[in-house]
């Protein structure tokens, strides 16, 4: 089927793990447009061509554009959702900060956790250790370690965040369309905001601080061994915070900064 000659209909949207797009991808695959003109786009960016919609450019349309004809007003929706889309990528840190990414059909979820036992596994043969500076090692004959893995006691209640537009057409009609993508990428950038407080609230370390009165690079390095055995790799603060660490006289050196990070 030519993209073309694609009947776009509301319905696109409801069907059940499918998003708009791969549904369109279904009904025009973008692997036979290889070698085209059309190579590298996507089934819905060549609905915008079909119908001649310029989201972006000295030459963008305005929202009336979509509205043109029934089929082209379709795609609207999905114009606002890439554009949120676009602003959550772009101020998304959550993957810097999360181990795994777990796709969930309720509102709560139970996580899991291990430990590691304090208490040595019996030898069924005890053996005479040799190596008394190495208490990771394990002499030959005894048994390994365990590592229990056991479900939390509590769920995580999911909270959603989202906005709601509310908007006259009369008012939206003859907007560019960047201008409104402007818009539209900001709700992105709050929602993810508002993911990350969660996320902070969840997996933050307990990290005795309250003796530190001023950030200084003592301080850092106080926290970055406090957090052992974990790697610090990615750090959130305030703003006001982020000034004054990047003015200690240790963080004017980038180079030097830069590999004490990477360590």
């Not at 509205?67 to 795609?75: C, E, K, N, T």
């Not at 939390?152 to 906005?163: A, E, M």
């Not at 200084?216 to 000034?243: C, E, F, G």
Request: hydrophobic share 35%; charged share 25%; glycine share 4%.
């Amino acid at each position: 089927m030519d993209y073309s000659n694609i009947k776009l209909e509301k319905g696109m949207y409801n069907i059940c793990n499918k998003s708009f797009t791969s549904v369109l991808e279904e009904l025009d695959p973008s692997d036979k447009y290889k070698g085209t003109d059309l190579e590298g786009l996507d089934a819905y960016q060549r609905q915008l061509k079909r119908f001649g919609i310029k989201v972006s450019g000295p030459n963008c349309d305005t929202v009336e554009k979509f509205f043109a004809a029934s089929d082209s007003a379709v795609l609207f929706p999905e114009f606002i959702a890439r554009a949120v889309r676009q602003g959550i990528h772009s101020h998304d840190v959550l993957p810097y900060i999360i181990a795994a990414k777990s796709k969930i059909d309720g509102i709560d979820y139970r996580t899991i956790n291990s430990d590691l036992e304090t208490e040595p596994t019996p030898d069924p043969e005890p053996t005479q250790n040799t190596n008394q500076d190495d208490s990771s090692s394990i002499n030959e004959g005894n048994l390994l370690p365990a590592v229990n893995i056991r479900t939390n006691s509590s769920l995580i209640t999911l909270k959603k965040h989202g906005r709601t537009l509310s908007s006259s057409y009369e008012a939206l009609r003859f907007q560019n369309l960047d201008v409104l993508a402007v818009i539209l990428r900001k709700i992105g950038a709050d929602i993810v905001e508002e993911q990350l407080n969660d996320a902070i609230s969840v997996i933050k370390t307990d990290v005795d601080t309250d003796t530190v009165s001023s950030v200084s690079y003592a301080s850092l390095l106080q926290l970055w061994t406090s957090l052992k055995p974990y790697h610090m790799n990615v750090m959130i603060t305030t703003y006001d915070v982020a000034r004054e660490i990047l003015a200690l006289p240790e963080m004017r050196d980038s180079n030097a900064g830069l590999n004490f990070w990477q360590s």
